[in-house]
């Protein structure tokens, strides 16, 4: 069995080393040749029903094991099962004796599992781009992205990579593109800024991709966070994300969910805030939260949070201008507890403990 095996991949110019695995009918999965074969070859065996195999469409069917096993193909069937490409068609073993032969062996390339991987790229600045996101830019065979964040990273990548960009609004396609490419058996990275799971290209990609592609996901920091280390410590308790765009969620929805945030008096963090098409939601959005919170609640504004242009400013909640607020602006709004400390936004844990320590305090 050995023999036969690494005759057919020697004579067809092929490594024992890309060898994936022996595969055959369910009636040999024990037979000692095979076993042993695979064994050695440090390849999993894999079998498969007879009536399965019946059903493949081989070139070299054979009354043999149809009597025998009740498919007229083991050898080719089992390995074209799965799909791929016959190399090497049904060749049997030589024996030194000069008899029949005992077996059939047939070699198969299928095409390899793709790969897509979701990397974050961050809010921008080269030195918040985590390592493992370096590292599957330069592993990747075909990159797809927004033409701006290619051109953040093009530097990173490995020569002969293929580059898919496109331009804003085509978001679904280069999901779709991403997952297709990842299917004809590619390395691909499909790149968002931020983390590419909050408000990116995670959640469109992963709706197209099925289980016959790997799939991993590269966090990064989102601009929530950095904007949030340059204002202080705004999400130091509970916290929530709301995007004000209503391109493809109804404004009712989001309403309905600032309503909710601004009545359990969460910290909330504004994405997309207004834009020239869009200037009336987030007037609307503070207003909701004003019917909550005081007029002095402290409000955080980052532009650029991170890039070379960053500009912050710290305000309250009755001074906050709209127009002053863009699409490169996230917008963080305090909560009943959040202050102004030395000229720093401050959520306070609120844990026991810190009101235990006050009352000792002011008992001393």
Known sequence: MLALVEDALREAGLSAASLAELATVDAKAGEPGIVEAARRLGVPLVTYPARELARVDVP??????????????????????????????????????????RATCAVVRRPGRGRLAVVGLGPGARDLLTPRARAELRRASVLVGLDQYVDQIRDLLRPGTRILESGLGAEEERARTAVAEARAGRAVAL?????????????????????????????????????????????????????????HTPWEVIERRVRAAAEADLVVTFYNPRSRGRDWQLPKALALLAGHRA???????????????????????????????????????????????????????????QESAQGQEGAE
């Open 295 to 353: 007029p002095t609640t402290p409000v955080g504004v980052v532009r650029n949070a991170s890039r070379p242009d960053e500009s912050s400013r710290l305000t309250t909640l009755a001074d906050l201008d709209p127009a002053t607020v863009d699409m490169m602006t996230v917008v963080t709004v305090g909560n009943t507890a959040t202050r102004n400390v030395a000229g720093r936004m401050v959520t306070p844990r609120g844990y026991r403990w």
């Open 191 to 247: 790149i968002g800024s931020g983390d590419a799971g909050v408000y990116a290209m995670a959640s469109p990609a992963l709706a197209e991709a099925s289980d016959d592609i790997d799939v991993v996901g590269v966090p990064g920091v989102t601009a929530a966070l950095a904007a949030g280390a340059v204002l202080g410590a705004p999400l130091g308790h509970d916290h929530v994300s709301i995007s004000l765009s209503d391109l």
């Open 60 to 101: 070299h069917p054979s009354d043999a094991p149809l009597a025998a096993v009740g498919t007229p193909s083991v050898a080719e069937a089992a390995a074209l099962v799965r799909g791929g490409e016959l190399l090497v068609p049904k060749r049997k073993s030589r024996r030194a004796d000069g008899g029949p032969a």
